[in-house]
């Protein structure tokens, strides 16, 4: 059973920095996508960022957070990391961490979500 573990959220003032951990188990697949999401209040949930588990990790980023988050990944861990610096009022949302196969969009499987406050 596929199972994601998130924490690293909390409250911080604009212009500052929190760190984002996912640890994931149950994984069958060699090659996955890990992946951020997040959802703010009356909104839908976005993708932030994501990383592939092959070698030098491709990466992909919302347009909204480059150059100010960076996603990185520890395979032997099987684990997925969000630096996020520089936050914004606008970041406030709940974080999901996310995994699935490379070769499918179907089979994706979430962690329990982190709130990130970010206070102007």
């Known amino acids: 059973q596929v199972q994601l573990v998130e924490s690293g959220g909390g409250l911080v003032q604009a212009g500052g920095s929190l760190r984002l951990s996912c640890a994931a188990s149950?994984?069958?697949?060699?090659?996955?996508?890990m992946g951020w999401y997040r959802q703010a209040p009356g909104k839908q949930r976005e993708l932030v960022a994501s990383?592939?588990?092959?070698?030098?990790?491709?990466?992909n980023y919302a347009d909204s957070v480059k150059g100010r988050f960076t996603i990185s990944r520890d395979n032997a861990k099987n684990a997925v990391y969000l630096q996020m610096n520089s936050l914004k009022a606008e970041d406030t949302a709940v974080y999901y961490c996310?995994?699935?196969?490379?070769?499918?969009?179907?089979?994706?499987?979430w962690g329990q979500g982190t709130q990130v406050t970010v206070s102007s």
């Open positions: 149950g994984l069958y697949w060699s090659d996955v996508v």
């Open positions: 990383i592939t588990s092959g070698s030098g990790g491709s990466t």
């Open positions: 996310n995994v699935r196969p490379t070769w499918s969009f179907a089979m994706n499987y």
